[in-house]
């Protein structure tokens, strides 16, 4: 099916560890984003990619790493992870400036 | 800093009655202003959006209003549908990316 696939769906590790989310898009859409949600807070932009090979940071960026070597994945990495780091993260692509998410990716750091 | 702000966690509404949502933004150069609808367990949808040059946008049962001088959308839902229960975000963007979101608006409409 086409659309946003985020893997896993749901994951629980300690802090400290290495962590990476993947994010993969059919559409060929240019732009792809990582937020996060947590309560109070809605979602904050994580990093963002204009293109392969063109990423930028957005209000919440430390403690991530993201590639964008391929027009389609667009991988987020928490190179350490912290207990600060439990969200539920949310890939998106966008087209004409409306965001399509995918189903979310629910992270536990221990 | 929170650029784009909604008040309101909660919103209860009758059905049938109307129901509006507030969002309040610092940064006057957004140029184009989106709802999105978001459900347990899956992610944003999008619902209405807005361009910083209209005041109103309608699509059916929903109606996004805009003050530039207040800075201030609200999203009016009439009549309200218990389907329509669900988190509300607003959102904000400048140049087609790095949109900015509020914490949500949970509204229920009960039956």
């Known amino acids: 099916d086409a659309g946003i696939t985020q893997s896993p769906r749901y994951k629980i590790t300690e802090t400290g560890r290495q962590v990476t989310l993947m994010c993969h898009q059919t559409?060929?859409?240019?732009?792809m984003f990582w937020y996060r949600q947590d309560l109070g807070h809605g979602l904050r932009l994580i990093y963002y990619s204009a293109a392969a090979d063109i990423t930028d940071k957005g209000e919440v960026p430390d403690g991530y790493v993201v590639s964008r070597s391929k027009t389609e994945n667009f991988p987020l990495t928490l190179e350490s992870a912290t207990r600060s780091q439990t969200s539920v993260y949310f890939c998106?692509?966008?087209?004409?400036?409306?965001?399509?998410f995918g189903e979310g990716s629910r992270l536990t750091v221990l | 800093d929170q650029q784009v702000k909604q008040n309101s966690p909660s919103l209860s509404v009758q059905e049938g009655r109307i129901s509006i949502l507030n969002c309040d933004y610092t940064n006057s150069m957004f140029d184009y202003f989106l709802w999105y609808k978001k459900y347990p367990a899956e992610g944003p949808t999008f619902l209405i959006s807005?361009?910083?040059?209209?005041d109103k946008n309608e699509d059916g049962r929903f109606t996004v209003f805009l003050n530039k001088s207040a800075k201030h959308l609200s999203l009016h839902i009439v009549p309200s549908q218990p389907g329509d229960s669900a988190v509300y975000f607003c959102?904000?963007?400048?140049?087609?990316?790095?949109?900015?979101f509020g914490a949500g608006t949970r509204l229920t409409v009960k039956p």
């Open positions: 807005i361009s910083s040059i209209k």
């Open positions: 959102a904000a963007s400048l140049n087609n990316n790095d949109m900015r």
């Open positions: 559409w060929s859409h240019s732009y």
């Open positions: 998106a692509s966008s087209v004409f400036g409306e965001l399509f």
